[in-house]
């Protein structure tokens, strides 16, 4: 299986900083990796697919660059809304595998 | 607007067999690749399989030898069983739309709510 390392997992941040997340792979995933944001209690909801494409309805903040086994989210200007978890998750080979997750929190 | 509805029986005993279903509403079940992923309390997620309209599927793994995901077109449903099941099974499990390469590159473009399940005897 292709595991995804996330660097850091935790975060301490305030509103208005810039924030990144690294994602590495085991093995080169060209650019299908996707990231996920997570608020207690509630499913995952889709930010970036194909390494970099924005989905539908996110805010422009959010950005993501990468391929083969490096990839970075990056939030542009920290949101009270943006405390979250963050995994990542690769789309290239089966099983699919997520990251261990990044928790982001108000420093 | 897609929606998803997990549901399942909450609480069970080990060595039973888990069984949950996922309504889908607001789309249809073509093309798409409807998947499983589980989240133990307090820790990160883990990819089960999909099953796809066409009747193909794809399980991880280590949970194929317990595993099955089924479509039902005509219900607009999806169902997981998993056999034999322990207290490392207590997760809470989401079904998901996985998109073609064109609507979301493979990604899992929509999620339900989630059930838990609680494994103890």
């Known amino acids: ?107 | 607007q897609v929606q998803l509805q997990e549901s399942g029986p909450g609480l069970m005993k080990p060595s039973e067999t888990l069984s949950l279903t996922c309504t889908l509403s607001g789309d249809s079940m073509r093309n798409y690749y409807w998947s499983w992923i589980r989240q133990p309390p307090g820790k990160g997620l883990e990819w089960i399989g999909y099953a796809h309209y066409s009747g193909i599927s794809n399980y991880n793994p280590s949970l194929k030898s317990r595993l099955t995901l089924l479509v039902d077109r005509s219900k607009n449903q999806l169902s997981l069983n998993l056999r034999s099941v322990t207290a490392a099974d207590t997760a809470i499990y989401y079904c998901a739309r996985g998109g073609t390469y064109d609507s979301s590159g493979y990604s899992l473009d929509s999620w339900g709510p989630g059930t838990l399940v609680t494994v103890s005897s």
């Open chain 1, 1 to 107: 299986d292709i595991q995804l390392t996330q660097s850091p997992s935790f975060l301490s941040a305030s509103v208005g900083d810039r924030v990144t997340i690294t994602c590495r792979a085991s093995q080169g995933l060209g650019n299908y990796l996707a990231w996920y944001q997570q608020k207690p209690g509630k499913a995952p909801k889709l930010l970036i697919y194909l390494a970099s494409t924005l989905q539908s309805g996110v805010p422009s903040r959010f950005s993501g660059s990468g391929s083969g086994t490096e990839f970075t989210l990056t939030i542009s200007s920290l949101q009270p809304e943006d405390f979250a978890i963050y995994y990542c998750q690769q789309v290239n080979t089966y099983p699919r595998t997520f990251g261990q997750g990044t928790k982001v929190e108000i420093k």
